[in-house]
């Protein structure tokens, strides 16, 4: 569904004729109605509801008379919203990636071949679906988003400042802590080039760094909080390259992790497996896809390298593997595949409310088993 508030009402209308006789063959939730209405009448009222314009409260007064349904909608802005809402109303909802709905749009784009594409998408037995978030998962994500944001805009003011600094003949280093302590320094200096108006501007932008800062560090407070309340996240945050940013998003990006049917699925969900192009039987694998959100996969990744650069002080069989993949492939190839292994074991751990098993002690057995 695309934005309720504003666009026609994309309610699966129905399943046709055909669908129904072949409903056999789908899974035991889709044979129990062979249409996504129940009745001739519902389906009829479907049509004339979705052939017109209607605001969020006409679409629930809809729906909330309507009896017992699957409905199914593009996940968009507002789709966990109305999946919820429809969800407490009775309805089954199914939300679709709006990349698996795009195949079945026919001829033009517009809203009438949108709405069937759902339905047509949301039909098919195999066909993935979105788990709708709760409330308290869009909590989280937004706090990720905001602090992103905030992170973002910080490293964009600190290159302004050491750019706007070297015209001057001032140079600081890259890091962020490094203008943090020299430009209070810079700004007391009376040798350097700096007139009086350049202090001031100088002084308003580290200024703005500093709110920043705190801007920062308050939802990091916040994020703390969150993963002291969630026994889940300090369960997978007890994986090697796993801290609170990454354990807080990945239990705001997936709930109870049935969604997917193994850890391979998870780790292809991040975009961290290689794409593939084979054909006629011969694979042919590519670079890795980098499906996905790359917010996660990023906290991945970088969480990954911390591990990798710390495997070769260790001999357990974990830190092994590590140091044999990164004197094969390489640092970079080497990080991949450890994000994507805790990807897979963070998808066990969810999914099967286990616990992380630290790895053992290699044996001199296992040194002559990976050397030959």
Not at 22 to 35: A, M, P, V
Not at 109 to 121: F, V
Not at 142 to 158: A, N, Y
Not at 236 to 257: K, P
Request: net charge positive.
């Amino acid at each position: 569904m695309k934005e309720w508030m504003q666009q026609d009402c994309r309610c699966c209308h129905s399943h046709r004729e055909e669908r129904a006789r072949s409903s056999k063959s789908q899974s035991s939730d889709w044979t129990s109605r062979s249409t996504f209405f129940n009745s001739t009448e519902q389906i009829e009222t479907a049509k004339l509801f979705c052939a017109g314009r209607c605001d969020g409260t006409k679409s629930y007064l809809f729906f909330a008379n309507l009896a017992s349904c699957v409905v199914g909608l593009e996940a968009c802005g507002g789709a966990h919203y109305w999946a919820r809402r429809l969800t407490a109303a009775g309805h089954a909802v199914r939300l679709i990636a709006p990349q698996f709905v795009k195949p079945f749009v026919k001829s033009n784009k517009n809203d009438t071949n949108d709405a069937e594409a759902i339905c047509e998408a949301a039909g098919r037995p195999s066909m993935r679906f979105v788990s709708a978030k709760s409330v308290e998962q869009q909590d989280i994500q937004s706090l990720h988003r905001v602090r992103s944001r905030l992170v973002s805009c910080r490293t964009q003011l600190v290159n302004q400042l050491r750019g706007l600094l070297m015209e001057y003949g001032i140079v600081l280093p890259q890091h962020v802590g490094q203008v943090r302590r020299g430009v209070p320094e810079i700004l007391e200096d009376e040798s350097n080039e700096l007139t009086l108006l350049g202090r001031r501007l100088l002084a308003s932008l580290y200024n703005e760094l500093v709110d920043l800062d705190s801007k920062v560090e308050q939802i990091e407070k916040e994020l703390r909080a969150v993963y002291a309340a969630s026994e889940p996240c300090q369960r997978i945050a007890a994986v090697e390259g796993i801290g609170l940013l990454t354990a807080t998003a990945i239990v705001a990006a997936m709930s109870d992790g049935k969604v997917f049917q193994n850890g391979r699925q998870f780790a292809a969900w991040l975009g961290l497996v290689p794409k593939q192009h084979s054909s006629g039987g011969r694979p042919r694998l590519l670079g890795i896809s980098k499906r996905g959100d790359p917010y996660l996969r990023t906290l991945l990744i970088h969480g990954a390298r911390s591990v990798v650069y710390r495997a070769c002080r260790k001999k357990d069989v974990r830190s092994v593997w590590i140091v044999d993949k990164q004197r094969r492939l390489g640092t970079t190839r080497a990080c991949v595949a450890v994000a994507n292994k805790n990807a897979r074991i963070v998808w066990s751990m969810i999914a099967r409310g286990e616990h992380y098993r630290v790895p053992r002690e290699c044996t001199h057995h296992d040194l002559a088993m990976r050397g030959s």
